[in-house]
């Protein structure tokens, strides 16, 4: 079993369905998980309380926000044979590059593949056949995509290789107005 930390984004329905029919088809994991952005990789050798109380002190002071989704890009696994198609977002981005990397300190610092770039994303294919992906990325950015949706918690997951299990929901503050100050949150 090993532990991750996601964020299950609030959409419109129309574009869940959206991105679910194309899970559907060419993400493996479809049944397993729904639509997320994984924000701590999957982690053992951790106490999983200790795990919570890291997580939840740090995304307990961010708060919430929205993004925008608009492209699909294709990524090749560092260390795997797969292809991968991601909905990358171009607003909120760096909100969930500061959420992923205030997470990587403490306990889980040493976690942190400094290998592998992190890039925020939603998965919707898999394949070992980089065509594939390939002819699904130009059929999906020669549409329209524009996903707008809002990160309100991030969720501490438990997996195996057929389930996923939330242990905690962590809600995100809401924004109380104003322009958001640059800190350490």
């Known amino acids: 079993m090993e532990l991750m930390a996601v964020c299950y984004p609030e959409l419109d329905k129309h574009d869940f369905d959206w991105m679910q029919s194309i899970r559907k088809k060419h993400d493996p994991q479809y049944s397993i998980v729904a639509p997320h952005f994984s924000i701590v990789f999957p982690v053992t050798g951790i106490d999983q309380r200790d795990f919570i109380d890291h997580c939840r002190n740090i995304c307990g002071e961010l708060q919430s926000f929205p993004f925008v989704i608009r492209n699909a890009v294709y990524h090749k696994a560092i260390r795997s044979n797969s292809w991968f198609v991601f909905l990358v977002p171009v607003e909120g981005n760096r909100r969930i590059i500061k959420m992923h990397d205030l997470l990587y300190s403490g306990i889980i610092e040493n976690e942190l593949a400094h290998d592998i770039p992190?890039?925020?994303?939603?998965?919707?294919?898999?394949?070992?056949?980089?065509?594939?992906?390939?002819?699904?990325?130009d059929e999906l950015n020669s549409c329209k995509i524009d996903i707008h949706g809002k990160i309100n918690e991030a969720d501490i997951i438990l997996l195996d290789s057929e389930s996923v299990r939330t242990l905690e929901k962590i809600p995100l503050k809401e924004k109380t107005g104003g322009q958001e100050k640059c800190s350490r949150y």
């Open 118 to 137: 992190y890039i925020p994303h939603i998965t919707i294919a898999q394949s070992k056949d980089s065509h594939k992906c390939r002819n699904l990325i």
